[in-house]
């Protein structure tokens, strides 16, 4: 069984480094590109689903990955949304950095609930069986792997892809693309 979680193509606000979290921001021009070389980078193995956040970044990186690999309908999931960041959403990250140095952001969704409903996620669409391709977003998805795996996952990159096979009940993640 193979997992292919892919973080959505760039948005304006990725550009502009500005804390994104629940706000739907769409793609641009250069996302979608990079969805397109996503989608053909893993049209070279057979993928069963596709699943993907809500948010419109990620649904439609899934929808652009989903034309190159086959007829393959995406499926959505409010577990795999990103982490609320309450007041910090649409600052600047380096401003937030500043204001918040403890990332204890107003408002925000706690780290554990996020890793909790992502893990399950995940673990979820593993226990399937089928290989499937999940688009999802930075902070969900190395949340994510760091639990399922035991190891610190560092930052995810627009476009980049992170499979994660499962042997018995052992996870393992391997970085690919970006």
């Not at 399922?148 to 993640?173: H, K, M, S, Y």
């Amino acid at each position: 069984m193979s997992l292919a979680l892919v973080r959505h193509g760039r948005t304006e606000w990725n550009r502009a480094r500005r804390m994104q979290g629940r706000t739907d921001v769409p793609l641009d021009g250069y996302g979608r590109a990079q969805a397109d070389a996503t989608g053909r980078a893993l049209s070279v193995a057979v993928w069963h689903r596709i699943v993907a956040s809500p948010l419109g970044r990620a649904r439609e990186t899934a929808e652009i990955i989903s034309d190159c690999v086959g007829d393959v309908a995406v499926e959505l999931d409010d577990a795999l949304v990103e982490r609320g960041y309450g007041e910090a959403e649409g600052v600047a990250v380096a401003e937030a950095h500043e204001r918040w140095p403890d990332e204890d952001f107003p408002g925000a969704e706690p780290i554990v609930d996020v890793v909790s409903r992502g893990a399950a996620a995940v673990r979820a669409l593993a226990e399937d069986g089928r290989s499937a391709i999940v688009v999802a977003h930075g902070t969900l998805i190395r949340l994510t792997v760091s639990e399922l795996t035991g190891q610190d996952c560092p930052r995810i990159l627009n476009g980049e892809v992170v499979l994660l096979t499962r042997e018995g009940d052992a996870f393992a993640a391997r970085r690919v693309g970006g």
